[in-house]
């Protein structure tokens, strides 16, 4: 939404016409692409079920499978390895981040833009996330980015609301507006003053930017699963009808009196003809034509689908030579979206800590680890061993990795049990057989 400048009359007027009509197409396809991603069965089924003759769905339930959450997240796994972040103080003073960001990048991967709110805990004294899927930015003229934005403000398990209510944000000012344009002063804060002087408010974007602000998200995945549960829904309706059969009757005129049944003889005039006809598909087929479709779609994402075929005997570095698509991929996306997307965040996140007294310093930097296939345990192993022998790890290190949830007391307790190593003495060689002397 464009506004032409920031002052409360023009903010109000504008966000008062915007809400009048808040449901945009790309909202309702945000809600739509969110309940693919959850695997929501009753909007799934809703969703296909136009697609069908309600007499179609009374032989067979609609077949609701959720394909896009599992490319998604087998595709946005850049924080699938927590990456490790110099500035320790700022790491101390935060709290979920690592799993708010695995959240923000499936998301980011899914609807294309998401937004992450920065907020401060009272109690706790920390900065905690909560991440946004339903926004709107506003823009200034001839303006790319966006100078404050509105959220609504959704209260849980309430059925009807008379009014919407949202929360505005701009580097100057921050309080609730109604969906009729009144304002409401934020509790504790009734000058409505933004007291961070930044919107504390972290956007990321799945492309770079084109032709518009929001960007395209996984609408490929999306269609592919809605296209394959409309087929796997007829597949359903014709393996029924394959099994069973249509009945049908030739050369009668009036089969109104024709009861069928294992136990009742079934009488039919001269010339007439009665049997039970079959589809003629090939569903095998039928099953290869859905695997070409869900493959095409995974292959322009960078994804291999198994079909559960395993992976037993297969060597990590083999997989990784396998996934060398999807490992170049995530590197793009660290370098264009991730590593960006975190230093915006730390500004935001140093504004708010400051505003509550806590002062930071500006060194900040992101190392993001590269993606992982799980290797045998006899490779882990040697790998450990290789470390080990070399001096580049301890086994405080083998414990981080393997236990990320133990603090550092408990690992330095599980390290001093650890029984030492006695150096084992190398053992003399044997002299070789000696067949003089024992002639002698």
């Known amino acids: 939404m464009i506004i032409q400048d920031l002052s409360s009359e023009a903010v109000t007027r504008s966000l008062k016409k915007f809400l009048d009509d808040v449901l945009h197409k790309r909202t309702e396809e945000r809600y739509r692409a969110l309940n693919y991603y959850e695997g929501f069965i009753s909007e799934l089924e809703t969703d296909i079920s136009s697609y069908f003759a ?27 390895q927590p990456p490790q972040r110099s500035n320790e103080a700022y790491h101390e003073r935060v709290q979920g981040l690592d799993s708010a960001m695995v959240q923000f990048e499936r998301l980011t991967y899914l609807l294309g833009t998401m937004a992450l709110l920065s907020t401060w805990d009272e109690e706790e004294e920390m900065v905690r996330y909560n991440i946004l899927t339903e926004f709107y930015p506003l823009f200034l003229p001839h303006e790319s980015e966006p100078v404050a934005i509105i959220y609504p ?32 002063a934020i509790d504790g804060n009734e000058q409505m003053i933004n007291p961070y002087g930044i919107v504390p408010i972290t956007y990321a974007h799945r492309h770079p930017m084109t032709t518009d602000w929001w960007r395209e998200g996984a609408s490929d995945i999306i269609n592919m699963n809605r296209t394959v549960n ?28 024709m009861k069928l049944g294992v136990d009742k003889p079934l009488i039919l005039p001269e010339g007439s003809n009665f049997n039970f006809a079959a589809p003629g598909g090939d569903l095998q087929k039928y099953v290869e034509g859905i695997r070409f479709l869900v493959d095409s779609v995974a292959y322009n994402n960078n994804l291999k689908t198994k079909w559960a075929l395993g992976r037993d005997g297969v060597t990590g570095e083999a997989l990784k030579m396998l996934e060398i698509d999807l490992t170049e991929g995530v590197e793009g996306d660290v370098e264009m979206i991730w590593r960006p997307v975190e230093q915006k965040r730390f500004e935001i996140d140093k504004a708010i800590l400051e505003a509550h007294g806590s002062r930071l310093s500006d060194e900040f930097s992101v190392d993001f680890s590269e993606p992982r296939f799980p290797a045998s345990a006899r490779e882990e192993r040697e790998q450990w061993e290789w470390e080990w022998s070399n001096g580049l790890s301890s086994k405080a290190d083998w414990f981080r990795h393997n236990n990320p949830d133990m603090n550092e007391e408990q690992i330095a307790e599980m390290v001093s049990a650890i029984p030492e190593e006695e150096p084992q003495e190398k053992p003399q060689e044997e002299s070789p057989f000696n067949f003089r002397g024992l002639a002698t």
């Open 54 to 80: 309600s007499e179609s769905l009374q032989q067979t339930p609609v077949v609701a499978q959720n394909i896009t959450g599992k490319l998604v997240n087998s595709r946005a796994i850049a924080y699938k």
């Open 153 to 184: 403000l959704f209260s849980q398990e309430k059925q009807k609301v008379s009014e919407m209510v949202y929360v505005y944000w701009s580097p100057d000012e921050h309080y609730k507006i109604t969906q009729k344009g009144q304002i409401i």
């Open 230 to 257: 409309i087929m796997l829904t007829e597949m359903s309706l014709s393996m029924r009808l394959q099994m069973l059969g249509q009945p049908v009757v030739m050369g009668i005129d009036d089969a109104s009196r």
